[in-house]
C-alpha cells in the first residue's frame, strides 16, 4: 500500500542519511520503524544478518585499529564453554 506522510525537514534529512549509510531505502526505514513502534514481525524475506546490514557501511570510518576479527589471539576459544574475557 502506499500512502503519503508529512515529516518534520530534520526528521526527513536524518532518516535519509540513516538509510543511505546502511544501503537502504528511506521506506524499509520508516516501516522497520513502524512495525518496532507496533511491534509487528518483520517477514522472513526482510529478514537480513546483521553484516549482511552492514555490508555496505564497512569502510566507511577508519578507526585507525585493526580489525580484531583477523587477530586469531582474539578469537582463541571464542564461542566455547568456560570462555572468558583476558
Do not use: C
Not at 518496532?36 to 514481525?41: A, E, F, I, T
Amino acid at each position: 500500500m502506499k500512502t503519503t506522510i508529512e515529516l518534520p525537514d530534520e526528521l526527513y534529512r536524518k532518516a535519509k542519511a540513516k538509510a543511505a549509510l546502511t544501503g537502504r531505502k528511506l521506506k524499509d526505514l520508516v516501516e522497520e520503524g513502524l512495525r518496532y513502534v507496533l511491534k509487528v514481525p518483520a517477514k522472513a524475506h526482510d529478514q537480513r544478518t546483521l553484516a549482511e546490514r552492514m555490508e555496505k557501511g564497512r569502510g566507511i570510518i577508519d578507526s585507525g585499529l585493526p580489525d580484531l576479527a583477523t587477530n586469531p589471539k582474539y578469537l582463541e576459544d571464542f564461542g566455547r564453554d568456560g570462555h572468558r574475557n583476558r
